[in-house]
């Protein structure tokens, strides 16, 4: 992971000093920066070049280096899932990605750096004090009003005095007569490594769902088991996406983007709601380590058709295991990746060759004891398996298996309802608990 693990967190701005005005042209200055950014970078301009060109008036320098800094990144992801999006082998069943927008008027945030565009203080009032530099020599300042844990954070964050935590670039936004500050907070955590890991939780991510297994590192008993289905999701996404195309077509390109919007909230809705529960069971259970699917090479013997289609079905999920990763760092667990060889193939009871059909997996070995079992989970108990086999010493053979003869049933929970029209959704630990074995 390049950059440390980063909570983001929004607080409303309090103003006592400066004009609301100055921060509202700096969002309209910051937009044509952002505009003017992407057509130079489609004219093939460099970065350096790119930030000399561009001379707002009446704009802070270092806050235009910062909005350059993001139309960049945004112009990057965007290219790389474009080049995702067109090596799937039916693109026609994902949104095709939207290229960052040249066309659209108003604001756009301001971003700036800290202690250069804006500065966060713990006052003696006890609230946490900004300025802000929305033009040169024009300050706003106030205090920042937000949830009591996330005040709480920010002060932690700005009286530690061990380098632990960090300051990226904070945001101003405007939303319905109110100013926000979008504050990320960077966390330098202290993660343990991972061979003193006592449970190995494998996941397993594909088009359905999310299967964990939690194994006991030493007796490779299974301590808890979770299958997050995410099929009525698909079916959402798909009504979104599949509006939003007809609305592209009659060319109503207002209705398109807000229900593209809609559709974006949708799905990073989704992924926060799965990332957590994922956080919530790993945390269940004593010195907890995560394990993927490394799913970037190929090994030699593995039948490349089964490994092609299982990587491109996962590609719209890559977003997934990254907030995994994410969440993990920030909680100080340990995450890897183990080779893709076979996971979903293998029977996870005696290590045989089996057959999946329907979201079953029947192992074609007739003296296990396994004989059938959920696919998916199945296939993340391999990768809890192969996780504990990475983690354990070198010298045992090779191929000792395994796991328990049989395995225990399997949770599902269903993950349904959208992110703003659902009732009070089951929290992450409850989701989480389900997966537990007492
Ligand atoms: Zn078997």
Known sequence: MGSPPTKTKQFRLHIEEGDRSWLKDARFTSREVFVRSIELKQRGLSRTDIQRHIKPDDYLANNKCAVVGKALATWGSYQKLRSQWLSLDNPEDYPEPGAPSTD????????????????????????????????????VSGFLRGRHSDIGLLKDALTETDGEYGFGQAEVLYREGVYYLHVPIQYNADIPDKSDAETVIGVDINERNVALTALNRETLATKGTLVFDYGPVKGERARLHDISRRCQERDQHSIYRRIGDKEERYVNWVLYRISAAV????????????????????????????????????????????????????????????????????????????????????????????????????????????????????????????????????????????????????????????????
């Open 279 to 438: 956080l919530a069971f790993a945390e269940t259970f004593d010195a907890p380590t995560i394990v993927f699917e490394d799913m970037s090479g190929i090994r030699d013997g593995m039948d490349y058709g089964t490994f092609m289609n299982r990587r491109l079905h996962r590609l719209p999920f890559r977003a997934l295991q990254d907030q995994i990763e994410h969440k993990a760092a920030w909680n100080e667990i340990p995450t890897f990746e183990v080779d893709a060889y076979y996971n979903s193939q293998t029977c996870s009871c005696c290590g045989e060759r089996g057959t999946r059909r329907k979201g079953r997996f029947t192992c074609r070995n007739d003296e296990c004891s396994l004989q059938q079992d959920h696919a998916d989970r199945n296939a993340s108990v391999n990768v809890a398996w192969r996780g504990v086999r990475r983690i354990s010493s070198d010298d045992e053979p090779a191929d000792n298996y395994r796991t328990r003869k049989t395995q225990p049933s399997v949770r599902l929970v269903s993950l349904c309802g959208s992110g703003r029209d659902v009732n009070r959704p089951t929290s992450s630990a409850q989701l989480a608990a389900r997966g537990v074995l007492n």
């Open 104 to 139: 659209r008027k108003g604001a756009f945030p301001l971003v700036m750096a800290h202690g250069e565009g804006y500065r966060l203080t713990v006052r003696d009032d006890g609230r946490v004090g900004f300025s802000i530099s929305a033009k040169p020599y024009k300050k």
